[in-house]
């Protein structure tokens, strides 16, 4: 199912789509819908009262641009108080036993610092700290990711970009 998305990237379904995710066992995903003018979501709500299921709130769309909605969503991450201020640059340079490596890091920081992303490296830190501590397995790294030092030093992935002179700017672009 190829699933439609609103400008702020959030899911929009048809009725046919609710449907088929409900009868493919997928039931909890149908709470939040972007329906159609022309979806009956009424009709659909009468359906699934009958069954004693839970009924679809119809989206209203939210009248933000794209960098506001994405500042809400990212000043809610969702960890514990002690990682939303954690010192991540020091633990990150406490793993540098060179100046090309500080130097790298510094770059790197810097870069994120820019784009108002350091929350989002206190949480990957968070993720990888909770996976390891409940014997999650992810992944070696994937993608432009794998360029990044700075979430090697954090553990979401094992590709030293610097062994292997991955530019780092492929990530960040």
Known sequence: MLIKTDVLGIPRFANKDL?????????????VVLCDP???????????????????TKYIPLDVDQK???????????????????PIYDFCLAQCDTIEKKKRLTQEFDAFDK?????????????????REN????????GSSVASYV???????????????????????
């Open 135 to 142: 014997n999650i397995v992810w992944g070696v790294g994937r």
């Open 68 to 86: 506001t909605f994405d500042g809400a969503l990212q000043s809610e991450w969702f960890m514990p108080d002690e990682y939303k201020t954690y």
């Open 19 to 31: 449907v088929n995710m409900i009868y493919s066992g997928h039931v909890d995903k149908c709470h």
């Open 38 to 56: 022309s979806d009956d979501i009424e009709k659909f709500n009468a359906a699934m009262r009958e069954q004693y299921l839970p009924e679809l």
């Open 115 to 131: 784009r108002g992303m350091l929350p989002l490296l206190c949480y990957m830190k968070y993720l990888v700290d909770f996976m």
């Open 151 to 173: 979430l090697y030093l954090i553990g979401v992935h094992r590709i030293d970009s610097i062994q292997f002179d991955l530019d780092w700017r492929e990530f960040l672009r």
